[in-house]
């Protein structure tokens, strides 16, 4: 089995040294749950659909089969061990402040597939329930897809004496990558877990994760990050 030292590399790291485990300290390591949001895991009847909404529904079929079947559970195992490990567990997720979405940064406002309004009460912006946060986990709202840049995320890291974030959720090649080069551009340690994320289809997926890994991250499966945890 390929280790993440030589996995998703792109051809800017190939060749390039092997990385050193990393060093994770109670206190000091938090995990991040990106935009994992009713919204993107609510499907209509595809009876009800016509052809062409039919075809789209199709091909989004594997990113909801990859969301149900890998995502969410390996995204509650680590919740789990976290929490079990006594580490800071942390929420991001898209919402705005008001209703007809004035507040919105202008990548949510384009025409498209991320034109989206969801006003921060209803219930197509809150997290899913199996990946509910407990007591008094943070949760950000942001209307970016960087969740540092779009709130008072970095703060609340720095408060806490955080220097290395894992971060799992979706979409790997919109909200995580973004999220992802916002932390490493202010020197925070990043781990993404492979296997806790999704793009719109696989092969986004792991062309972003080749994209960012060895440079913004380190990019892990979320069995070889649980066994780092202090």
Known sequence: MTSWKTAYRS???????????P??????????????????????DRSALNAA??????????????????????IARLIAAFREGGHEVLFARIACQTKDGRDRSLSQKKPGWNNLLLPKDEAPSQLVAALAPCGDEIVVTKTTDSALTGTNLRLILANLGIN???????????????????????????????????????????????????????????????????
């Open 23 to 44: 060093v994770l300290e109670k206190g000091r390591v938090a995990l991040l749950v990106i935009d994992v949001q009713n919204t993107y895991l609510e499907r209509p």
């Open 164 to 230: 290395h974030v894992v971060c799992a959720g979706i979409f790997t090649d919109q909200c995580i990558s973004s999220t992802v080069r916002s932390l490493a551009d202010e020197s925070f340690d990043v781990t993404v877990i492979e296997d806790g994320c999704a793009a719109a289809s696989d092969a986004l997926h792991h062309h972003e994760l080749e994209i960012i890994n060895m440079i913004y991250c380190h990019v892990m499966n979320s069995h070889e990050l649980i066994q780092y945890l202090p």
């Open 53 to 74: 909404e039919q075809a789209r529904y199709d091909k989004w079929t594997p990113f909801h089969e990859r969301m149900n079947n890998i995502v969410i559970p390996t």
């Open 11 to 21: 051809l800017y790291y190939e060749g390039a040294p092997e990385p050193e485990d």
